[in-house]
């Protein structure tokens, strides 16, 4: 007798199904973040989307992991992961589509094709109430116009793999009409980045339920890697700004009154936008995009709310890679007590031992390419063997974030304005371990005031710059505050051009610290070039190990 035919209705996307959608999902987020990671504003390296995404999903895996094999069990623990990891904007929009899933799904009867449609349903909807001013063109376009094709596809009866093959097709043609939506994206010759890594979702889906291989890089968002142009993240789901409009992103969990939650966004749209607020039962997730970050946090608290984890990432440097948030973590206990101790930001294992051997007891990972938080400068400062604490951001983008800790410690901490690690470094020069924290604070910022810095990196993209026309792989100089000073077809090129226009008659030192990517040959051509053009300049060089920027100049 042959074998009944299982009608469609009688497929079931169940427990064991979801969580190795929800595995092969996070393993190809991985694989694609860094093309999803490639950002459209400036041509040096940065980008978040595809990152934060896979971190979030890292999150749910753990918890998944930790969880019941049951269905109530896994959607739980969909819901919480999602929740806690969410990261950046990109992340705290996935996270809500996967609870709207994880909700409608933790029932069996929603395990059928229609079961299934109507938590794609509900998971976009979920994602539009969660954004203050949604915007077409965006993730939410693509996660509804594929959910619109699984209710219809499975209203006729069909099953789950053309149910769910529907929603991806739809999806995709969403995806690729995303330009047409959005300005910012035509002009940049780009799809949404969020929606890009959404359809991977749907990719995964498709592999449990139906073998269906997962793409590859190369062919998910087509192309050739040099030819698929870069794929951008702002201003993702809201709005019409750019990432030169709103420079920081403000993130933090909120215990919050569930009936003071509207009050509170009404406020945070008074002073920023991409606001993104989920969660409930008193605990929220926040994400906001603004210009005023000490407004972005007073607001939570007026409210009578709790704040916590606050993360705040400046949006013109954000990263090409996975968010770094290593932190070396020094006890107090092997620390000499002093007056004054010093807390600083730096990327690269030759300047963290440079600064230790200057007297820095607390170093925090970051820099141009990496943002700390709030909390992990914090921790730092708390780590310290000593009540008065100076610190030393080394980026613009990171003094503001800086400027709240005197806020949050019994400690007393000034916050001396590096932009920069050769401005550290002529900081610490200076620095008196036994002196008071307003004294170091005001020799400090003398010598960092008489100081002029910067930077030589390789353009990822083709843009514009005062200095002539940039095309990708072209080696720049940039000075901060006046951008791109030196455009050059080599390293050395861009090196000393960026070195000639530093280095006026009256400097008397240059300071080169080499990052991972320098080359000797090089760095004996600056010394020469220093020797025979500003014969009076004295040259001090320091391996500094960071990464992408192959060069950092310091003139005083």
């Given amino acids: 007798m042959a074998a009944p035919v299982m009608s469609p209705e009688g497929e079931r996307f169940d427990a064991e199904r979801l969580r190795r959608t929800v595995v092969t999902f996070r393993d190809a987020v991985r694989e694609h973040a860094p093309r999803i990671n490639r950002l459209n504003v400036y041509p040096v390296p940065d980008g978040d989307t595809g990152t934060n995404m896979a971190r979030t999903l890292d999150a749910v895996v753990a918890e998944l992991d930790r969880a019941d094999p049951a269905i109530e069990s896994t959607c739980q623990a969909i819901s919480h992961g999602s929740l806690m990891g ?53 993730i939410l376009t693509v996660v509804r116009e594929a959910s619109e094709a699984a209710k219809s596809t499975a209203a006729n009866g069909a099953g789950l793999s053309a149910v769910l093959r529907a929603a991806r097709d739809a999806g995709r043609s969403a995806l690729d009409r995303t330009p047409d939506m959005l300005p910012v994206l035509k002009d940049a010759g780009v799809v949404d980045a969020g929606g890009a890594g959404f359809l991977l979702l749907l990719d995964a889906a498709l592999n449990v339920v139906d073998g269906e291989p997962m793409p590859t ?83 939570a608290i007026d409210l009578g709310g709790r704040p916590k984890q606050i993360r705040v990432t400046d949006l013109f440097e954000e990263v090409a890679e996975r968010h770094a948030e290593h932190e070396r973590r020094l006890g107090v206990s092997g620390l000499p007590a002093v007056i004054t101790a010093v807390v600083a930001v730096c990327s690269g294992s030759g300047l963290e031992e440079l600064f230790a051997q200057l007297g820095v007891q607390g170093i925090v990972t970051g820099g141009q390419i ?16 000593a009540h008065e604490v100076i610190v030393l951001p080394n980026n613009k983008n990171i003094i503001p974030v800086a400027e709240q800790l005197d806020a949050l410690t019994a400690k007393s901490v000034r916050v001396v304005p590096t932009r920069s690690m050769p401005e550290a470094l002529a900081a ?29 990196t390789q353009a990822v993209r083709d843009s514009h710059s005062e200095a002539g026309p940039v095309t990708a792989g072209d080696w720049i100089g940039l000075v901060r505050g006046d951008g791109i000073v030196a455009v050059a077809g080599s390293l050395d090129g861009a090196a000393v051009a960026l070195l000639q226009h530093l280095v006026t008659d009256e400097r008397e030192i240059v300071t080169i610290i080499e990052g991972s990517d320098a080359i000797a040959s090089v760095t004996d051509s600056l010394r020469s070039w220093v020797a025979s053009e500003r014969p009076g300049v004295q040259v001090e060089c320091h391996r500094g190990g960071q990464p992408l920027y192959p060069y950092l100049f310091g003139v005083e």
């Avoid at 799904?105 to 949604?134: C, N, R």
């Avoid at 990496?370 to 063997?385: K, Q």
């Fill in 86 to 138: 969410a990261r950046g904007n990109s992340g705290v929009i996935l996270s809500q589509i996967l609870r709207g899933l994880a909700g409608r799904l933790s029932s069996a009867a929603s395990h059928t094709a229609s079961g299934l449609a109507d938590a794609l349903s509900e998971a976009s909807s979920a994602a539009y109430k969660a954004v203050v001013k949604p915007i077409e063109g965006t």
């Fill in 217 to 299: 890089p190369a062919d998910s968002i087509g192309g050739d890697s040099d030819d698929l142009p870069s794929m951008v993240s702002a201003p993702d789901v809201h709005g019409d700004l750019t990432v030169a409009d709103l420079r920081y992103e403000v993130m933090y969990f909120l215990h919050l009154d569930d009936d003071k939650i509207e009050s509170f966004k009404a406020d945070w749209a008074e002073i920023g936008d991409s606001i993104v607020v989920v969660g409930g039962d008193g605990l929220w997730n926040c994400h906001v995009h603004t210009n005023d970050i000490g407004a972005a946090i007073e607001v």
């Fill in 370 to 385: 990496l943002n700390p938080s709030t909390a992990e400068l914090l921790g730092a400062v708390e780590r310290v063997n």
């Fill in 428 to 456: 610490l020069v200076v620095y008196d371990p036994e002196a008071g924290v307003d004294d170091n604070s005001s020799s400090m910022s003398s010598a960092i005031d008489a100081m002029a810095t910067g930077e030589v």
